[in-house]
Structures are given as C-alpha cells and as structure tokens.
C-alpha cells in the first residue's frame, strides 16, 4: 500500500458507550466530570460535550439497559481518554473525586503525560489526563517518544492548585 497518513489535524470526535442506567452515567460524567448535557433523545440517549460542542460522548440503553457490566476478559473499549488542557486543569479534577470519594484505578506519569485512571459506572475505563508540552518530551535514537509508566506524584498534582 502506499504511504497514506491521517491529516495532522485528525482528532477523534466523539465515543459512544452503552450503559445499563442513564441516569446513573450523567450523574457520572456530568455531575461529577462536569461535561455539559448537550441534548436528551427520550429516556434511552444523551449526548455531552466540553465548551459547546455538539457531543463528545453519547450515552445509551439501547442495547444495555439495566444489564451488567461487560467482562474485563473480553474484546471491547480499554478506556476512553480525556484531555485536559493543564496540570492545574488534571489537579482540578482531581481533587473533586477526591471529595466525593471516587475511586481510582490507578495514577501515571507516562513521560509525554500524566493521568489518572478510574472506571464510570458500567465499568468502562476512564483516562483523565494532560499532555506535556513536545517540547519537554524525549526521543530515542531512532526518532521514536520515549514512553514510560511511573507513579504519579499525586501530592505534587495537588500543589497545581496553590499555584
């Protein structure tokens, strides 16, 4: 084949996920991740965004309502990424499940960003995270992103918020 690349300004513009209880899923990613309900189709769809968007998230029962989670042994979504904009923007966040006891999956420095991990309701993988500037990332000899997964200094997130 030939050597084809996606447009450099080609970005994923929305992930729909089945959930078993709507309600439940906007409490989540609304109430508590802050995304903005965008519109409602019934009681059986919502779409959410970030700044007005028309959505970046559906959410559904269509083919889920009220079931369980699907297995963590199966083929499906690892996880859906979210990015904010700053570290202050991530120690935000951060501190808000922290208040409200939500529990996390797992924290990262993953040298090109830095991520909180988490699971919504349905058991669907959550990344919360920001990038470093390009700038600061580092490259092995043959050009490639050195990446690495190292514990996140939490405590050091928190300071963001002093600052």
């Known amino acids: 084949m030939d050597n084809y690349k996606l447009p ?51 959410l559904n029962t269509w083919h889920s309502k009220d079931l369980p989670p699907a297995a963590v042994n199966s083929v499906g979504l690892f996880h859906t990424a979210i990015v904010y904009p700053t570290r202050k923007d991530l120690a935000v966040i951060f501190e808000r499940l922290r208040k409200a006891y939500y529990p996390l999956t797992g924290a990262s420095d993953h040298g090109v960003s830095e991520a909180l991990y988490l699971n919504d309701p349905d058991g669907n993988g959550v990344e919360l995270y920001w990038d470093r500037p390009k700038e600061q ?27």
């Open 137 to 163: 990332w580092e490259y092995k000899q043959d050009g490639s992103v050195v990446m690495y997964t190292k514990p996140l200094d939490l405590d050091g997130l928190l300071r963001e918020l002093d600052s």
């Open 8 to 58: 450099a300004q080609t970005h994923i513009g929305h992930v729909h996920l089945k959930v078993a209880d709507l309600q439940r899923s906007l409490a989540f990613y609304r109430d508590l991740l802050g995304f903005e309900l965008t519109t409602m189709y019934g009681d059986q769809a919502a779409f959410i965004s970030a700044g007005g968007y028309h959505h970046h998230i559906g």
